[in-house]
């Protein structure tokens, strides 16, 4: 299957910020030509981008698809009562074939916000594969084990298993939940684990000051980061989830590792939990991603939201307009967030690269007129621009349809039942 | 004409977050009947809703609508830089030609967001007048004078003028620019003016503490709204436009003459001008409402991102997620604003006001499964569950497209050619 993008404007993100008009030629799943005016025979489908851009994907480096069932179902509460009386109760009954459903409705909003891959924390990771491999969308799942959830054993086995699957859409990666809700005993099982596969390992960390604080009590004053090394646990690279509160030798200790940051500015800020001074890691060099987290703490999974907002909370943080960068945060939501997902195949789009690719609609009056198109992506982009999102060579998404093969009125009805028995007190 | 909207899911912002399902018939521009099912014959039009929710328009209660030619060309800049290099060279080359075209890409955009009314500030009036009456759009015009630009005098007549044309959609208040464009002389001249005509009076003010500061320098220690006060400026009501640092007798000020906050956060947040405290003024019973800005701070005309926005800055501004509550900042986008725009007769939906209706498409990932709908609104809505804005009976949007006179792609065409000209050195 040769599928031929014709008449766009190219923004790489291999060549800076950098566009130009021009063709790309996909073969099957790869990006097998870019150029100025690609002439070919024997093309199966032709899509004229009538001047919109295209660019890659946006890279979702923090969620949990599954909890959809949460969104808006605990807003507007102190972080307590958030998890106690909502979050743990429906999750205590949520049941592995429930997440597959609710995991679909995510990767619906992935695809209509032009994200093509996600990295998805939460238990049963088989369902999110599920969904992702008969929707066809690019997921790096990622093991959650805790004191109460899972065991290393079993993480062990996931990542044997799912690692040995013959196909390119899912990979998966080990970690844990978080510093405070793992043993010492787990977490050394865990950095042996690490070790013997050669695996990286991630985990939510330094989200807000009273976990640093809370972790230094329980650890001879080391903070999370600090104690995660002293374990072994950073030996072979991986990422941390949020970094709100690092202090200077933290970031230091991330280097020397190559551990990256995915910070998710739209939870942070909803959680009151506070703003990640990203503009001092990008100056230190840490490598950042970005994340939007779950619907229940978010709600939206919204790249252009989480954009906007990790510009402007810069900006406000350090009380300078000329912090957050559009360009910068551009990269941070693509090349960036792939770095941290190991997802170099498909990072920029380039001969050789799977073929994730988005096309933004220029034609509409949010990106009218064009100054700057890095800036409007970043500062008027939304959604509602996103035209089409083609995932490992396939258009999964164009013009509001999507293309699955699923009846979405029944998903949604199916969706809105198990939500409602998880929220019942039955 | 005659417009039946069948089976919706109905929010009337006149009853709480109440929501119920009926309909809601439409004769000519004017709300007739809200009913569970409404059985009429004769009827021209019916939409048939499929379950999705009506409710009242979004009125954006502070912008500069002909500024879309500097979106995105001159972000991530120091204020000093944005304003001298970039917007005032390019203002100074800018017809009232050109503002007709420029203002007609943000009305498209406010369509495209629900936004069926804008409080519109910038000077030639009558140009997006124009605009607006040729789309149908409401419109309320804002003077804005200074020492630079336009007189009191010739805002008087732009009042009369306006006020007196025979048509609902385009009314006009009298402004100024801002405390520190604006003499002693002519502050007093348009008091005496306001007076004259019971005219609300309308500005920006109390944006960045650097302004109040350099306003209690200049006016022996007091700060704008106290000075304005002191000039009678405050008499017959009207607004203030940001109110990022407002002293608690600023506060009793405003409330004392019935005064105003539009809060643009984001604005306030691009330009790095700090978080006005909401919660704050909305515990003390102040008048709220919500606006976008221009397109050249913003960057975005965005009634989903400013609410959005909006509650998440009050939850980091107090370091506590119960601040900046969904519903409360959903009657700041829809009542609030139209309160401080004297919209009070497209409001809310109830039978006589004007039908200024928009449809939320509820079928989309992002807005499933619905445990709160107007917490989905402000957390995860986002324009492209627009799915038909009508203002004053009729549909000017729906399913992405326009529903107006004109040819879209000339009109960009046009507006590009204006903006390349202005930002030309010749």
């Known amino acids: 299957m040769k599928i031929l993008l014709k008449n766009a404007r190219i923004l790489t993100m291999n060549d800076g910020d950098n566009i130009f008009d021009g063709d790309i030629l996909i073969n099957d799943n790869i990006i097998e030509k870019i150029g100025k005016e690609i002439v070919v025979k024997n093309v199966d489908q032709i899509i004229d981008c009538d001047g919109n851009l295209l660019m890659p994907g946006f890279k979702n480096a923090h969620t949990h698809s599954a909890m959809s069932f949460a969104r808006s179902c605990s807003d507007d509460l102190p972080l307590d009562k958030w998890l106690n009386d909502c979050i743990f109760p429906m999750e205590d009954k949520l049941s592995a074939d429930d997440q597959y459903y609710l995991s679909k409705i995510s990767i619906l909003e992935y695809l209509s916000s032009g994200i093509t891959a996600c990295f998805d924390m939460y238990y049963n990771p088989l369902e999110m594969m599920k969904a992702s491999l008969e929707y066809g969308f690019r997921t790096v799942l990622l093991g959650t084990i805790s004191d109460f959830r899972e065991s290393v054993k079993e993480m062990v086995e996931a990542y044997n298993y799912i690692n040995s699957q013959n196909n390119n859409l899912v990979k998966y990666e080990m970690g844990f939940h978080?510093?405070?809700?793992?043993?010492?005993?787990?977490?050394?099982?865990?950095?042996?684990?690490?070790?013997?596969?050669?695996?990286?390992?991630?985990?939510?960390?330094?989200?807000?000051?009273?976990?640093?604080?809370?972790?230094?009590?329980?650890?001879?004053?080391?903070?999370?980061?600090?104690?995660?090394?002293?374990?072994?646990?950073?030996?072979?690279?991986?990422?941390?989830?949020?970094?709100?509160?690092?202090?200077?030798?933290?970031?230091?200790?991330?280097?020397?590792?190559?551990?990256?940051?995915?910070?998710?500015?739209?939870?942070?800020?909803?959680?009151?939990?506070?703003?990640?001074?990203?503009?001092?890691?990008?100056?230190?060099?840490?490598?950042?991603?970005?994340?939007?987290?779950?619907?229940?703490?978010?709600?939206?999974?919204?790249?252009?939201?989480?954009?906007?907002?990790?510009?402007?909370?810069?900006?406000?943080?350090?009380?300078?307009?000329?912090?957050?960068?559009?360009?910068?945060?551009?990269?941070?939501?693509?090349?960036?967030?792939?770095?941290?997902?190991?997802?170099?195949?498909?990072?920029?789009?380039?001969?050789?690269?799977?073929?994730?690719?988005?096309?933004?609609?220029?034609?509409?009056?949010?990106?009218?007129?064009?100054?700057?198109?890095?800036?409007?992506?970043?500062?008027?982009?939304?959604?509602?621009?996103?035209?089409?999102?083609?995932?490992?060579?396939?258009?999964?998404?164009?013009?509001?349809?999507?293309?699955?093969?699923?009846?979405?009125?029944?998903?949604y009805k199916k969706c809105q039942e198990i939500t409602n028995y998880l929220k019942s007190t039955n």
């Open 178 to 411: 978080a510093e405070y809700t793992a043993s010492d005993e787990m977490l050394k099982e865990l950095a042996g684990a690490s070790k013997k596969l050669h695996a990286k390992i991630f985990t939510h960390s330094s989200e807000t000051y009273k976990e640093v604080e809370e972790c230094k009590k329980r650890h001879n004053g080391l903070t999370p980061v600090e104690y995660m090394e002293s374990l072994g646990l950073l030996d072979n690279g991986g990422g941390i989830f949020h970094g709100v509160v690092l202090s200077d030798n933290d970031i230091k200790i991330l280097k020397r590792y190559n551990i990256g940051v995915v910070s998710c500015p739209g939870s942070n800020s909803k959680l009151a939990s506070g703003i990640a001074p990203l503009s001092k890691y990008k100056d230190e060099n840490v490598l950042l991603g970005l994340g939007t987290d779950g619907a229940g703490s978010n709600n939206c999974l919204d790249m252009f939201y989480e954009m906007h907002l990790a510009s402007v909370l810069q900006k406000l943080l350090y009380k300078d307009p000329t912090k957050g960068d559009a360009f910068d945060i551009l990269k941070m939501a693509t090349i960036g967030s792939a770095k941290i997902m190991g997802l170099d195949n498909c990072d920029v789009l380039k001969e050789g690269k799977y073929a994730d690719i988005i096309m933004i609609d220029l034609k509409q009056p949010n990106m009218q007129p064009i100054n700057n198109i890095a800036k409007n992506l970043v500062y008027s982009g939304s959604k509602s621009n996103i035209k089409m999102t083609m995932i490992n060579g396939k258009v999964l998404y164009m013009d509001g349809k999507y293309f699955v093969d699923d009846d979405l009125e029944k998903l």
